[in-house]
Structures are given as C-alpha cells and as structure tokens.
C-alpha cells in the first residue's frame, strides 16, 4: 500500500532513510536549509573552503520526494502530522525523525556567547581570514583534532591551540594517540591536556589550571538533540534522546522512527551507540527498510550494527585509520600519513557517493541486507 512517509531533517540520516524508501511510496522531506550539508567536511569549510554541501534538489531529482524548506515546530502524535514555522502542516501515514544533533555550549558560561561551533563553520573563516592571533579549539574529540589541525596547517597567520579534558583522541589506539600527538606538534598546535574550561568570554578562556587568551574560541566539546521529540510527548532519555525499540520504532509509539544522533539506538553485542556520520546513514538505511517491510505486512528483523574503523583527518596530507572492533573498542592496526589521508578522502567522497546510489536506485546500496532488514554498517565509518 502507498504510504505518505514524511522525514523531518536532512542530515546524513534524514536523506539516506528519503532516498532508500521504496518509489511507491510518497515522501516528504522537511528541513529549514536548502542545501545538504557535509558535517564531515566542516572542518575544511573553517579553513576556508568554499563550500561543504549540495543543493537538495539535486540529491533528489528524479524521485517522488518533496522537498518543504521551513523548520518543523510541532509534532501531533495523535492526529499524525507536523506543524511547521511557516503555518503548514503536513499529514503523515509514518514519521522519520532525524533531526541529529548539534554542538552543545549550554554547559560552559560564555560558550554559547563567545565560541564557534562546527555549525557555524562559514561564519568562523570569514573571521579568520580577517587577520591573525589565536584560536583555541576547545575539546579534544576526533571533531576539535580535525579543526586544530585543519587550521594549524592553512590559517597559518593564526596560532592553534587544543584544549582537551584529557589526551586528544583518547578512544584511539595508543599507535593512534602518539601519531595524533606527532602531527598536532608538527603543525605548530599547543596542546592543553587534562584542562577543563569553567567560562569563556571575549578575551579566551577561563580553566582550572589558569586563563589562556584566545581571539576566537572554537567549541566542540559536547552534543545535544533539539527538544521537539521530548516537546511532542516521544518517549525520551535524560539526553532528550527519543528512546526506540530494536527496530528504531519509538518506545511510545511505534508510527515513529527516530535514527541518526536524535535516537538513543542501542545494537546487539555492542550496547550504545555513539553519534556520528558513521551510525546515521545505516539507521537511515534501516528505518527505510522496516517502513517498505511493514507496508508489505511484514515485521522487519532487528537492528544490526558493527563497527569498522575510525578516521580522523590531520590536514590535506595526513590523517589517521584506527581499526576497531565490533564495539568500537580500537584494535592495533593503525594507518597513517598520506595513505591515510587518501583513505580519508575516499571516505568523504563515499558518503555522497552513497546518497547518490540510493536516489538512482534505492536499496541497491549495501548498507542493509534486503529485508531481513538487519545490518547496515559503512565500510569506514566517521565521527560527527
């Protein structure tokens, strides 16, 4: 039976579950940006690339899907259909909800007043293409290496700074952990370890081991999910996380898939997943799957994930692949330099390139075993 499948949010997750949704059904794809953005790429966007993302009309073209540019604001569960800011409201026969996450700068005074974000990438070089000084990037996850090094290596008139909670890319091997040392050193980067930030204001930061002065301050510390779900009475975590069953189904109501970082998605064998590119196109994947399988009177198989790898670029020439377990544990096997950095692109090229497939072809991808509806897992998957 055709079904009206609407999807709030184009992200990695959002327009991978659009895109695999079987042609007969009519889809709605609703977020407020015209443009797919590359969250993974952001970093380069910083260090003055043009441009990190593609029209939404191009990703779709040739599809039955809608595309609605305005900003979901209401979600009535009971009567199925979502409110928008521009007065619209759209019906649906099932929801996807994949609104992901952003940078989260409501835990530190100042953060929020002070601090770019990876969001907000365009803004930051334009203001460092304005002259030099310093620029502290703010935690030391896979997200803040990237911007340190990125913009060690191409806004040379500016001094980098890391400052991190503990060692940078703790989840790393140790052969990772030292390779990522090496290069952040190389690149001229100072590294603030075991440092926690209590404010920032105008002038840097204020931190438990003294004041570091800083001209612009890049925050990347932690992630949060927009409150809708939660506002929309979804059954959520004290993250604000919709908590989903083991078909992403909402635990309160199962007309609703929730993927991507808005989830609280846990797989068998490994527990928790984390937020990232990485898990959010195959929770894509899968809700699209389970909405074809249902519209069929079929019940779907159970989510299904493991992880592969890990990369973290380090400029335009070096980087690091850090193998890991199913659980995302980090194994020994490291790749670094250009090699690496090869891998790397491939990566970000493969995400599009996916997207792509899946507009010409839906399902033909393999990111899920057609339906059992289990497994979709990337080859090499990304951090946020």
Not at 13 to 27: E, M, P, Q
Request: net charge positive; glycine share 10%; hydrophobic share 40%.
């Amino acid at each position: 039976m055709k079904q009206h499948i609407v999807v709030i949010g184009a992200g990695y997750a959002g327009l991978t579950a659009a895109l695999r949704v079987s042609r007969r059904h009519r889809v709605t794809l609703i977020d407020p940006k015209t443009r797919f953005s590359e969250r993974i790429r952001l970093h380069e966007v910083a260090a003055g690339r043009r441009s990190a993302g593609v029209p939404l009309r191009e990703l779709v073209a040739g599809r039955d899907i809608s595309t609605v540019t305005a900003r979901a604001v209401a979600i009535d569960l009971a009567g199925r259909s979502v409110s928008l800011d521009d007065g619209t409201v759209v019906r649906y026969d099932r929801l996807v909800y994949a609104l992901g996450s952003r940078t989260d700068t409501a835990g530190v005074p100042g953060a929020a007043d002070h601090a770019y974000t990876v969001e907000r990438a365009g803004e930051l070089g334009a203001r460092l293409a304005e002259g030099g000084g310093t620029v502290a990037v703010v935690g030391g996850g896979l997200t803040g290496i990237e911007l340190a090094a990125e913009l060690a290596e191409s806004a040379t008139s500016w001094e980098t700074r890391l400052v991190t909670g503990q060692e940078p890319g703790a989840g790393l091997s140790p052969a990772g952990r030292r390779h990522v040392a090496a290069a952040l050193e190389r690149l001229g980067t100072r590294v603030h370890t075991n440092t926690r930030v209590t404010a920032v204001h105008p002038h840097g930061l204020s931190t438990d081991h003294g004041e570091i002065p800083a001209d612009v301050v890049v925050w990347t510390a932690a992630l949060t999910v927009p409150p809708l779900a939660a506002a929309a009475g979804l059954a959520v975590d004290a993250r604000g996380r919709a908590l989903v069953d083991a078909t992403l189904r909402s635990n309160s109501h199962p007309d609703v898939f929730v993927v991507g970082d808005a989830a609280r998605v846990s797989a068998p064998g490994i527990g928790e997943l984390r937020m990232a590119c990485a898990t959010a196109m195959p929770t894509g994947a899968y809700a699209a799957e389970a909405i074809d399988a249902l519209s069929r009177g079929r019940q779907p198989g159970p989510f299904r994930f493991r992880y592969v790898a890990q990369s973290v670029s380090l400029g335009r020439n070096d980087a690091v692949i850090q193998a890991v377990r199913a659980d995302d544990s980090p194994h020994h096997l490291v790749i670094t330099g250009r090699p690496a950095a090869r891998i790397n692109e491939w990566i970000n090229r493969y995400t599009l390139g996916a997207l792509n497939a899946e507009r010409r072809r839906p399902g033909t991808y393999r990111w899920a075993k057609p339906l059992r509806t289990t497994a979709p897992s990337a080859p090499l998957p990304r951090h946020p």
